[in-house]
């Protein structure tokens, strides 16, 4: 037999249609026996590169990899977006004892440095408070 093997499927999603989702895409299919995590994570990684170096000539550097004890310490989730470089600053001991009890009451109060917004209107900052109460972000307010 053989002990692993990889196959590219069509899928179709037999769920309720998402704004955020395609009704079908292409996924990489793998069997994979007696491995470990290192062992998927090359391989893939190596499929990758392979492929897009030989279909289109691209040519990708090492795959950054994040533990997610780093990733939900930086970023609060386990897939963040790398591109915007917008960790999270613990600001619990800075923001406690004021005398704000959202703050007072908060096992954990982080915030974002955004560069740039100190500049923005209040109108303008009224429409990121709107986006950040919006479903997709969850957040109760924003603080700025």
Same mark, same amino acid.
């Given at each position: 037999g053989i002990d692993r093997y990889f196959q590219i499927v069509k899928c179709f999603r037999d769920e309720e249609l998402r704004a955020d989702r395609q009704p079908e895409f292409t996924q990489i299919d793998c069997e994979m026996s007696f491995v470990t995590q290192?062992?998927? !994570?090359? +391989?893939?990684? +190596? %499929?990758i590169h392979r492929i897009f170096e030989r279909m289109v000539g691209? /040519?990708?550097?090492?795959?950054?990899? %994040?533990?997610?004890s780093v990733a939900m310490r930086d970023y609060g989730i386990d897939k963040p977006d790398l591109r915007y470089g917008m960790k999270l600053?613990? !600001? +619990?001991?800075?923001? &406690?004892?004021?005398? #704000?009890? %959202?703050?007072?009451?908060?096992?954990?109060?982080?915030?974002?440095v955004c560069e740039g917004l100190a500049k923005y209107s209040k109108k303008k900052i /009224?429409? #990121?408070?709107?986006?950040? &109460?919006?479903?997709?972000?969850?957040?109760?307010? %924003?603080?700025?």
């Open positions: 290192e062992d998927i !994570l090359n +391989t893939f990684e +190596t %499929m691209h /040519k990708f550097d090492k795959f950054q990899r %994040m533990p997610y600053k613990n !600001l +619990t001991e800075l923001a &406690k004892g004021k005398g #704000l009890k %959202m703050f007072d009451e908060s096992e954990l109060v982080v915030g974002i /009224k429409e #990121l408070e709107k986006l950040a &109460k919006d479903q997709s972000i969850g957040a109760s307010g %924003m603080v700025w």
